[in-house]
C-alpha cells in the first residue's frame, strides 16, 4: 500500500502530530496555517518538503488521504464538513464542535460522506488509563458505578512566556474559555475505560478570581465540577480544565467489588483495591503497582507526546484508514459530539444554577432538529464572530483595567 497522504491543518500542536504520523510512515503533504511566522516554524520542524497554504480552500485542494484538524479548540466543525464533502478523512484535535448546531452539522455531513473521523484525544491511551480499562475488562471489579476524572492544569498567573505562546490575542479562545469546555481529557478515559456514554448533565463552578495583579483572563472559574449520570446508570464525577491545587491528571474507577485508580503526584503508578471478601486469585486486598505497556511499538511510544498517547491515538486512526472501520467508542463521531454536548451543557448548567440538562443522542434526527439552530457560544470566531453567552460563572465578571493593560504591553513587547 503506498503511504497514506496528510495535510496538517494548525501549525501549532498540528505539528506534534504530524510527527507521530511520520513516525508511523506516513506522508505529510501540505501544511496550512493562516499565522505566517507559525507556519515557518511548522515547516522547519517537520523538515520537509511540503505544500504551505495560509488558507483552508486552498489547502483542502491538495491531494491528499486525510487531514489532522489542530486549529482553534472551538473551530473544528465547518472544516470537517468540507473534508467530508471532498471524501477525506478527518482526525480531529480536542473538541469535535464549539456549539449545539455545529454538532447537528458534523454528523449530518458526516452520514453523507465515506470518511473515517476519530476524535484526536490522547488521554486514554496513557499508560495508566490503559491499564485501567484492561482491569475493567476483566471484570474484577464487579459492576462498574461510579468514577471520577480530573484534569488538574494550573498555570501561574505571572507566566508571560504561556501567555504568549498560548493566549498571544486578547480574543484568543484561551482567554474565554469556560473551565467546562475543555472536558475531553478527564471524560474520554472514564468512557474509554468503562464504555458508558452520559445521559444527563449538571455542573456548579468554583469560582475564586486570580488576584488582582496578574494578567487578565475573562475567567474568573477555577473549576467546573460535573457530574454525568450514564447510560449504564453509573455516575462520573468530572472537571474540563481545572486550576485548583497542583498539577495531577487523576482517575478513578469504582464497581461493586472494588476501585483502581491512579495516584496524585506519583507518576503512573497505579492502586488496585477489593473488598476483603471479593478478592480475586492472585491478588491482594491492596494491590499498589507500575503498570507495563505490552506494546510492540514501545521505543515508539515513549518518544511521544502526552505520555505516549500522541503516537497510539494517530497508529489507531492509521489503523482505521487501513482497515476502512471506523474508530470504536469514544473515539467516534458520536462519542465526540457527546463529549462536546457535555461540555456546552455543563456551562449552561452552571449558568443557570446546577439545572440538570439530558444529552441528546445526536444518531436520532428527531433529536438533532432540536438543537439545529442552537448557537450559544462564548468565543470570539475568527470570522469575527462575537460571544453570546458569558464564559464565566459570574457574567459581571472581567479583569481588571491595569490587568489587561499588563496583558496587551507583554503582549505587544
Known amino acids: 500500500m503506498d503511504k497514506i497522504r496528510i495535510g496538517i491543518f494548525g501549525a501549532g500542536r498540528g505539528i506534534d502530530i504530524a510527527e ?39 489547502f483542502i485542494e491538495c491531494d491528499m488521504d486525510a487531514v489532522v484538524l489542530a486549529n482553534y479548540f472551538h473551530e473544528h466543525t465547518p472544516y470537517a464538513v468540507k473534508c467530508f464533502e471532498k471524501g477525506i478523512h478527518v482526525f480531529s484535535e480536542c473538541i469535535s464542535n464549539g456549539t449545539m448546531a455545529e454538532g447537528v452539522e458534523l454528523i449530518r455531513a458526516y452520514e453523507k460522506s465515506n470518511s473515517i473521523y476519530m476524535l484526536a484525544e490522547n488521554y486514554p491511551q496513557m499508560i495508566f488509563n490503559r491499564e485501567m480499562k484492561r482491569v475493567c475488562d476483566g471484570g474484577t471489579l464487579g459492576k462498574i458505578i461510579y468514577a471520577e476524572g480530573e484534569y488538574n492544569h494550573p498555570v501561574s498567573a505571572d507566566d508571560i512566556g504561556f501567555f504568549k505562546s498560548s493566549v498571544y490575542f486578547f480574543e484568543h479562545w484561551r482567554n474565554f474559555l469556560p473551565r467546562s469546555y475543555y472536558v475531553t481529557h478527564s471524560l474520554a478515559p472514564l468512557m474509554w475505560s468503562t464504555g458508558a456514554t452520559p445521559k444527563r448533565v449538571s455542573a456548579l463552578p468554583v469560582y475564586v478570581p486570580l488576584y488582582e495583579n496578574a494578567t487578565a483572563r475573562q ?24 486550576a485548583f491545587g497542583a498539577h495531577h491528571n487523576a482517575y478513578r474507577i469504582c464497581g461493586t467489588e472494588g476501585q483502581i485508580e491512579n495516584l496524585r503526584g506519583m507518576g503512573s503508578k497505579i492502586m488496585l483495591r477489593y473488598n476483603e471478601w471479593s478478592i480475586p486469585e492472585g491478588k491482594e486486598e491492596v494491590n499498589l503497582y507500575e503498570p507495563s505497556w505490552n506494546d510492540k511499538d514501545e521505543d515508539f511510544i515513549n518518544q511521544s507526546g502526552h505520555g505516549g498517547g500522541d503516537y497510539i491515538v494517530a497508529r489507531m486512526f492509521l489503523d482505521c484508514i487501513k482497515s476502512g472501520n471506523q474508530p470504536e467508542h469514544p473515539y467516534d463521531i458520536y462519542s465526540a459530539v457527546t463529549m462536546a454536548s457535555v461540555a456546552i451543557l455543563a456551562h449552561r448548567s452552571i449558568l443557570n444554577n446546577g439545572v440538570p440538562y439530558d ?55
Do not use: W
Not at 443522542?361 to 470566531?381: A, I, L, V
Open 20 to 58: 507521530n504520523l511520520m513516525l508511523l510512515d506516513c506522508k505529510i503533504v501540505a501544511l496550512c496555517d493562516f499565522n505566517e511566522k507559525r507556519l515557518n516554524k511548522g515547516l522547519e520542524r517537520l523538515g520537509a518538503d511540503i505544500a504551505a497554504f495560509d488558507n483552508f480552500d486552498d
Open 219 to 242: 475567567v474568573g472559574d477555577r473549576a467546573a465540577i460535573i457530574t454525568t449520570l450514564n447510560d449504564d446508570e453509573s455516575v462520573f464525577r468530572i472537571t474540563g480544565c481545572s
Open 359 to 413: 444529552i441528546p443522542d445526536f444518531r436520532c434526527e428527531e433529536k438533532r432538529k432540536e438543537f439545529e439552530n442552537d448557537r450559544q457560544t462564548p468565543f470570539h470566531g475568527t470570522d469575527g464572530s462575537k460571544p453570546n453567552i458569558p464564559c464565566c460563572s459570574n457574567p459581571d465578571y472581567k479583569p481588571t483595567d491595569e490587568q489587561v493593560k499588563r496583558y496587551l504591553e507583554e503582549m505587544n513587547k
